[in-house]
């Protein structure tokens, strides 16, 4: 079976420093790879996907990037954090198929920028 | 701007009541689903409704759709404490999906 893993749980950064947040996929090949972002009390807003190794798309401008350096590894990164960027980070991934409509999440990472 | 925006935002329940959830959307759509959160987890996606469908079931949950008033419903049927979570309704393919701001639903022992 599919399991998707996304850590840390919880991060406190000071403003200025660097993030990486890791994702991985289990038991699935070629996956579709999403990042999402909710503020507290709120829908998800999309951040980035990549549809295979080193493919990514930029839904919103920002201070964050996003890398797939393996075919179920995405990672989330900044080079310097801003306070706006505190919020809960998703992983997400879909099967690549055309009728793949279903996101997987993972547990999430609760980011706060101090 | 939003496609699917969930009424109403909070609902409180007794444990044994039904829970319904309405979805209300902007554009047509191919299909729409229904997801579920825990508090600080990650989202569980609970049931998908095509456009040519009506009604769909799943165990204790029944979900409407209705394409010509562009709206959906999620009815969780003898609510229980563990359904205590907040409820995404979802529109558009996977690379796409836009999710509304959600519905607490707090069902109380």
């Known amino acids: 079976s599919q399991t998707i893993h996304q850590w840390p749980a919880t991060l406190v950064q000071p403003v200025g420093s660097p993030l990486s947040l890791e994702c991985t996929v289990e038991?699935?090949?070629?996956?579709?790879l999403y990042w999402y972002r909710q503020a507290a009390g709120r829908g998800l807003q999309l951040l980035f996907y990549?549809?295979?190794?080193?493919?990514i798309s930029s839904e919103v401008p920002q201070n964050l990037s996003a890398s797939r350096p393996q075919d179920r590894q995405f990672i989330l990164s900044s080079k310097k954090l801003l306070l706006s960027d505190s919020g809960f980070y998703l992983c997400?991934?879909?099967?690549?198929?055309?009728?793949?409509?279903?996101?997987?999440f993972g547990s999430g990472t609760q980011l706060s920028v101090l | 701007s939003q496609q699917g925006e969930e009424d109403p935002q909070a609902l409180s329940i007794q444990e044994g009541e039904n829970a319904t959830m309405n979805c209300s959307y902007k554009?047509?759509?191919?299909?729409l689903q229904w997801y579920r959160q825990n508090s600080g987890r990650g989202l569980v996606h609970l049931i998908l409704?095509?456009?040519?469908?009506r009604e769909k079931h799943s165990g204790r949950l029944r979900v409407t759709l209705d394409t010509s008033k562009k709206s959906s419903s999620l009815l969780i049927t003898a609510s229980r404490a563990a359904d205590t979570a907040s409820y995404f309704c979802?529109?558009?393919?996977?690379?796409?999906?836009?999710f509304g701001s959600g519905t607490q639903l707090t069902v109380l022992p």
């Open positions: 997400a991934w879909s099967g690549s198929g055309l009728l793949n409509e279903k996101l997987f």
């Open positions: 038991g699935t090949s070629n996956p579709n």
């Open positions: 990549s549809v295979g190794i080193g493919q």
């Open positions: 554009t047509s759509i191919n299909n």
């Open positions: 409704i095509r456009s040519n469908e």
């Open positions: 979802a529109t558009g393919s996977a690379r796409q999906l836009t």
